[in-house]
């Protein structure tokens, strides 16, 4: 029986093997920053390709609060943006096939 000398399943080029951020879109801006006289956290999000998914500033007593906020509705606002694209699919194919 032979040994493989050569090792399956790594990457020697990538640079971060880290998770991707929940805030890491070009199309979504988040801004987490505390506010003066440590009254709390300040969360803003703002959506480039759809505005009326933005999200005014909130105020939260603290950091993890204003992360698990942002990080929730950045979510909610990928999904309706996924599913505005997949329904508006949907209904052109369904128009051009009819």
């Not at 805030?23 to 801004?31: L, P």
């Amino acid at each position: 029986m032979r040994k493989i000398k050569e090792e399956i399943g790594r990457n020697y080029q990538t640079l971060d093997n880290g998770p991707i951020s929940f805030d890491y879109d070009g199309n979504i801006d988040v801004e987490t920053h505390p506010l003066i006289a440590g009254e709390g956290w300040e969360v803003v999000i703002t959506c480039l390709s759809h505005p009326e998914y933005s999200v005014p500033a909130h105020v939260f007593p603290d950091e993890t609060q204003a992360t698990h906020y942002a990080r929730s509705a950045v979510d909610a606002i990928k999904s309706k943006i996924m599913n505005e694209t997949i329904l508006r699919r949907y209904i052109r194919n369904l128009i051009l096939n009819s």
